[in-house]
């Protein structure tokens, strides 16, 4: 019995300073167990016994209780949730650091100025973030917005154009709601007063489709406003070109078909603003719209050569302008 008891003396502190060795040894070993690179999604409130998991199953940790022991040492670090990006080598504790400042992964989706939902989804899918039947899905609910625009049809118009920060675990409707809370800043920076939001979102989307340059557009938004005082039919073409999109029938090019198309779209048949945006324009365009130009155009056509409009009070000198257009254009 005694020396039994004087084996245990010996080998139990042995024991204790072998496991202490080894757990000092993980715990400044620089680890990697995948390949390329691997990505690990932390969700607010996720345990530390759930995030060692999360990282030991990626690779990126040896073992799970690692991340115990640099909890220990960091009591007082939180875990940021967010999805973080790992490609090297990396010891616990140059881990931890990471996930206790934030080092999320994200990485930058831009939508151009005037582009519309189809154009936003083809991007998405070109780019491999989103599929664009997913993106188009969320974009066609228009629940979003309808505290501004109950009679909004779809979410066109109302997702601003910008560079948004993206994950891969984003979804559509995620990336919905960023730009439609986007387009909510942007509208309260203009001195709209009691203006129709519908209305004067897709007023502005004629515009932004209609020209690219910031000194026309709220001479192009005068235009159509007075057409619109005078009754007239606004004949815009993007519109016409909005409606074929719509009926999946567009193919680059303006058919007298689509000239005489009854989708609700085509101002070509339709008296008026259409039913929603044709695309979403950025803030220029929208303060263009609630200020447009005090003039009596009612009419513009291209420049020959391109580098703007000519703009007609009356149909005289718009056929002029137009006929100029035509003899540039087949010289080119």
């Known amino acids: 019995m005694k020396r039994l008891l004087l084996i245990l003396i010996v080998l139990i502190p042995l024991m204790i300073g072998g496991a202490a060795g080894a757990v000092f040894y993980f715990s400044r070993e620089s680890y990697r167990g995948f390949e390329n690179e691997t990505f690990v999604k932390l969700d607010r409130g996720t345990g530390t016994a759930a995030i060692g998991r999360a990282l030991a199953e990626a690779g990126v940790l040896r073992y799970p209780w690692l991340i115990w022991i640099e909890r220990l040492r960091n009591p007082a670090a939180k875990v940021q949730a967010g999805e973080y990006r790992f490609a090297n080598r990396a010891t616990p504790e140059e881990i931890y650091a990471r996930l206790a400042r934030g080092d999320i992964y994200y990485f930058e989706f831009t939508v151009p100025e005037g582009s519309n939902i189809f154009d936003i989804a083809a991007s998405l899918e070109q780019r491999g973030i989103l599929s664009a039947a997913d993106f188009l899905e969320a974009a066609w609910d228009p629940s979003l917005i309808h505290d501004l625009a109950p009679s909004a049809p779809t979410l066109e118009g109302f997702l601003f154009p910008s560079t948004y920060r993206l994950t891969h675990s984003t979804t559509a409707a995620d990336l919905c709601r960023q730009m439609t809370e986007a387009f909510r800043r942007q509208w309260r920076k203009t001195p709209h007063g009691d203006a129709d939001v519908l209305a004067t979102v897709t007023l502005a989307s004629l515009v932004e489709k209609e020209t690219g340059l910031a000194g026309e557009r709220p001479l192009v938004a005068a235009v159509f406003w007075n057409r619109l005082q005078k009754g007239m039919r606004l004949e815009c073409d993007p519109t016409t070109i909005y409606a074929a999109l719509l009926d999946n029938r567009y193919n680059g090019v303006i058919h007298k078909s689509d000239l ?73």
């Open 260 to 332: 005489a198309s009854e989708n609700p779209y085509n101002t070509y048949r339709h008296p008026g603003l259409p039913p929603g945006p044709i695309a979403n324009p950025g803030l220029d365009g929208i303060e263009a719209a609630l200020n447009p130009a005090q003039t009596d155009y009612l009419y513009f056509v291209a420049k020959p050569g391109g580098g703007g409009h000519n703009f007609s009070a009356d149909l005289n000198a718009h056929n002029r302008a137009t006929k100029a257009y035509r003899r540039g254009s087949s010289k080119r």
